[in-house]
């Protein structure tokens, strides 16, 4: 079965000529190309675009997202993946609806508003305990009042660049790559870079960079809500192997 490129335009919600640029540059080559000059896909091609939409949400660019396609990854293993990483977003996206709901409710019945529910879901806080404990109140104080003093568009920015950072991991981890290989070395050396950008995290400190980041791998396996981050146990557990390595070969 085929579908017209105006009816998966219509369909998906995006234009035919979004569409003919995907497949002018390689991303998403139609099926068929009909006498008339149309193009059409099947449903090998709907499944392809249908990642490439879950890979710009995102936030990776198209050469990005070429490279995570071009990797011999099964397709139901990659959607298994952006499903996982979808429903944590969900769970986030829930807790939000139901603050707001209650806030509203507050509001209208004139009862006083609680903090705690109005901001669930929203702030970046939310592994406050954890950072406190393993690395010091003071770790923790000095990177809150780094991030609150960030404007609306530079917070954005370091969301997609950790966004994107994570669906690499995740797309390298799905190629059977090697931890220690060049290539998960090199991102690596890229998110401990990352991690050294936020003041208050020890990667800024020579003293206790190393074990911070064979620690942080070993919490992203250990807890779920890390984990997703990475696609699953799995992903984590390649993050994690990464980072240790990254750090044993002097990294």
């Known amino acids: 079965m085929e579908w017209s490129i105006h009816e998966v335009a219509r369909i998906v919600g995006t234009t035919s000529r979004t569409l003919r640029h995907y497949g002018d540059i390689g991303l998403l080559p139609p099926t068929r190309i009909a006498a008339n000059g149309y193009r059409h896909y ?21 050469p990005a997202i070429a490279g995570v396609l071009e990797r011999q990854v099964p397709p139901e293993t990659a959607l298994r993946t952006h499903l996982d990483l979808l429903r944590g977003e969900q769970a986030r996206i829930g807790r939000q609806l139901r ?5 509203i409710a507050a509001m209208e019945q004139g009862e006083e508003l609680d903090m705690e529910t109005m ?4 702030d970046h806080t939310a592994y406050r305990e954890e950072v406190e404990e393993r690395w010091g ?20 920015e370091l ?34 870079e990352w991690l050294a950008s936020m003041p208050g995290t020890p990667a800024t400190d020579p003293s206790t960079r190393s074990a ?16 997703v981050n990475y696609g699953g146990e799995r992903g984590a557990a390649f993050v994690r192997d990464a980072l240790a390595a990254y750090v044993e070969l002097g990294g």
């Open 42 to 62: 099947d449903r090998a091609a709907l499944t392809r675009l249908q990642r490439i939409l879950l890979l710009r949400q995102l936030g990776l660019g198209l």
């Open 99 to 103: 603050a707001i709901e209650q806030t």
């Open 119 to 122: 901001f669930d879901g929203f």
């Open 137 to 156: 109140a003071d770790a923790y104080a000095r990177s809150a009042a780094w991030w609150e003093a960030k404007t609306p568009a530079e917070r954005a």
């Open 159 to 192: 969301q997609r660049r950790q966004q994107e950072l994570a669906a690499d991991w995740i797309a390298l981890a799905e190629s059977d790559a090697d931890p220690r290989g060049e290539a998960a070395q090199a991102l690596a050396a890229r998110h401990a």
């Open 212 to 227: 911070y980041l064979v620690g942080l791998g070993e919490m992203y396996v250990a807890d779920p809500r890390f984990a």
